[in-house]
C-alpha cells in the first residue's frame, strides 16, 4: 500500500518523465515544497518499496509497478479535472488543487463512470493526455516548450505543465491571459541574456518570462 506522501512523488516523476525531462531530488524538492534531504530519505524509502530505482547519474526512474501506480493516478485525477471544468464550470486553475483531494475520495467504480460519461476524454483541462483514453502518454515529437520559439514565429499552445512549484498560481496567471491549449501565438521579440519573450495573441501583447514559458509547450502554427 502506498502513502499518499509516495503517491505525490509518483505522480511528479510520472509527469517529469513523461516529457523526457531529467528528474533529479532537487527538481522534485522545488516541485513538492520539500527540502532537499526530505527528498533524499522518501526516495531511498521508494527505492526499497520498488517504486523507483536512481541511476548511476542520480536521475530517477519509475520501475513498473511504480508507473503502473501512476498511471492509474494521473489517469483518476486527469478524469476529475476534466468533470471539474466541463460539468461544474470551475477555473481551470483551481481544479487541479481540487482533483487532488477528491480522486482519493472516490472508488474506482465512480471515477470509470464520470469517465464514461465524459466521453472518454483524452486530455485534461490542460492539455496533458489521459492514461487509457489517450493513444500515447508522450510528448509530441513536433511540441516544444515555448522558451525555445524563435523570434518571429507563430506556435498554437498544445499543453501546460502541471509539475510547476506553483501549479495553481502557475495555470492562473496563464488562464488571466488566454494562454491555454488551442491559444494561436506570435513571438514578437526573444529578448537576449535569458530575458522575457513577447507575444502576441489576438490583439493581446503578452510579456513572460523564459522560466513561465518553459512549462508550456507549443508547435509550430500550419
Request: hydrophobic share 45%.
Given at each position: 500500500m502506498t502513502t499518499a506522501t509516495e503517491e505525490s512523488y509518483l505522480e511528479i516523476i510520472y509527469m517529469m518523465t513523461a516529457e523526457d525531462q531529467s528528474v533529479i531530488g532537487a527538481r522534485l524538492a522545488d516541485a513538492l515544497h520539500v527540502s532537499r534531504p526530505t527528498v533524499t530519505t522518501t526516495l531511498r524509502r521508494m527505492v526499497r518499496d520498488g517504486l523507483v530505482k536512481i541511476n548511476d547519474g542520480k536521475e530517477v526512474q519509475l520501475t513498473s509497478k511504480g508507473q503502473s501506480i501512476a498511471e492509474y493516478l494521473q489517469r483518476r485525477h486527469?478524469?476529475?479535472?476534466?468533470?471539474?471544468?466541463?460539468?461544474?464550470?470551475?477555473?481551470?486553475?483551481?481544479?487541479?488543487?481540487?482533483?487532488?483531494?477528491?480522486?482519493?475520495?472516490?472508488?474506482?467504480?465512480?471515477?470509470?463512470?464520470?469517465?464514461?460519461?465524459l466521453g472518454y476524454p483524452t486530455t485534461c483541462p490542460h492539455g496533458n493526455p489521459i492514461p487509457g483514453n489517450a493513444k500515447s502518454v508522450s510528448v509530441d515529437s513536433k511540441t516544444f516548450q515555448l522558451d525555445q520559439a524563435a523570434e518571429g514565429s507563430r506556435v498554437v499552445v498544445t499543453r501546460i505543465s502541471e509539475y510547476a512549484e506553483n501549479v495553481a498560481e502557475l495555470l492562473s496567471y496563464l488562464g488571466d491571459r488566454g494562454i491555454m491549449p488551442g491559444a494561436n501565438l506570435s513571438v514578437v521579440e526573444v529578448a537576449p541574456l535569458k530575458g522575457p519573450l513577447t507575444l502576441k495573441l489576438g490583439t493581446r501583447i503578452i510579456s513572460m518570462s523564459r522560466e513561465v514559458a518553459r512549462y508550456v509547450w507549443v508547435k509550430k502554427s500550419e
Open positions: 486527469r478524469v476529475v479535472e476534466r468533470w471539474l471544468t466541463d460539468v461544474l464550470g470551475l477555473d481551470w486553475a483551481k481544479s487541479d488543487a481540487e482533483a487532488h483531494r477528491l480522486e482519493h475520495a472516490m472508488s474506482d467504480e465512480v471515477a470509470e463512470l464520470l469517465n464514461k460519461q
